[in-house]
């Protein structure tokens, strides 16, 4: 009798473990995927080689970071800054949406702050194809504004070539968070 119980349990714990595996798999593959950041273009919040996980299943809003396709077909991480129907422009390092100034509480850091100069150039989004954010997408800049090749360049991406939101940095240990 007490054999027949001990089968029991080691099945039922067998049960629990491939229970966990299969969702432990179907995290990993569909809904919460790592990958790492190259380049520049998102200095200081992160610079190459860093390792991030990324979220399938987020909705995305003004400045989460997000992972795409770009039109080069590469796979890129950058900052939303602007949202369907919404016009952008950039005057002396200030954000403007729709017109009205918006704080971009992530540059208040000691990194950008010592550079000297506009961090990001004056830009109106008249300047790529349309004066709007299209419906369905959205307008992306890298936080290294010198150095990224994003949205200003290319225009607004389609919501179908954004892959996931950036939800945790993983990789170096020292620098762990969430995003």
């Known amino acids: 009798m007490q054999e027949s119980l001990k089968k029991k349990r080691r099945k039922r714990i067998a049960k629990v473990l491939f229970g966990l595996v299969l969702v432990g798999a179907f995290l990993r593959l569909y809904i919460l995927i790592p990958t790492d950041v190259t380049g520049i273009s998102m200095y200081p919040t992160f610079v190459s080689n860093d390792k991030v996980v990324m979220s399938t299943v987020s909705s995305i809003e003004r400045f989460d970071i997000v992972v795409f396709t770009d039109p080069m077909n590469k796979t890129v991480v950058k900052r939303v800054i602007g949202l ?15 017109n009205q100034v918006v704080a971009e509480p992530f540059f208040d850091r000691d990194e950008i702050n010592e550079e ?37 360049f290319y225009g607004s991406i389609s919501s179908e070539s954004v892959i996931g939101k950036v939800v945790l940095l993983y990789y170096p240990f020292e620098r762990i968070g969430w995003h």
């Open 84 to 98: 369907p129907g919404e016009s952008i422009r950039y005057e002396q390092d200030q954000l403007y949406v729709n």
């Open 116 to 152: 000297p100069g506009l961090w990001t150039s004056n830009f109106d989004s008249i300047q790529t194809s349309d004066q709007r954010v299209p419906e369905g997408e959205y307008f992306l800049m890298g936080d290294n504004r010198r150095y990224s090749y994003d949205s200003r």
